[in-house]
């Protein structure tokens, strides 16, 4: 099971002390130091369920500098997939992989029906 966040993040830090907090173990990987590959993304969107465009930190100042949220409709998946895998600041976390089961966000009943 992995766990990837970014350690100044207040949602990341909320599921990772739920996590603790519930005797769980997993991976932890800093997003911002080793951001997801293209081949990630698009296995973790596959599995997730959700809209490509769902998987964006759309809150990011990164997300907002580039004007992403009127650019994102003119993109291909592929160049969507492209920009993700760019930067881990674009991405949505905490993104929790286990399996067939990708949870972007932290949902609290999400991950105890996923992990409990």
């Not at 592929?78 to 089961?101: C, F, H, N, Q, W």
């Given at each position: 099971m992995l766990v990837v966040c970014y350690a100044k993040c207040g949602t990341c830090r909320k599921a990772l002390k739920w996590k603790k907090d519930n005797g769980i173990e997993a991976d932890v990987r800093d997003i911002k130091e080793d951001n997801p590959s293209a081949e990630e993304l698009k296995e973790w969107t596959a599995k997730s369920g959700l809209p490509l465009r769902k998987h964006f930190n759309t809150s990011g100042k990164l997300y907002k500098e580039?004007?992403?949220?009127?650019?994102?409709?003119?993109?291909?998946?592929?160049?969507?997939?492209?920009?993700?895998?760019?930067?881990?600041?674009?991405?949505?976390?905490?993104?929790?992989?286990?399996?067939?089961?990708?949870?972007?966000g932290f949902n609290e009943e999400a991950w105890k029906a996923a992990l409990l």
């Open positions: 580039m004007h992403l949220k009127d650019r994102l409709k003119d993109m291909s998946d592929e160049e969507v997939i492209a920009l993700l895998a760019s930067d881990g600041m674009l991405v949505k976390r905490p993104v929790l992989v286990k399996g067939d089961t990708v949870l972007v």
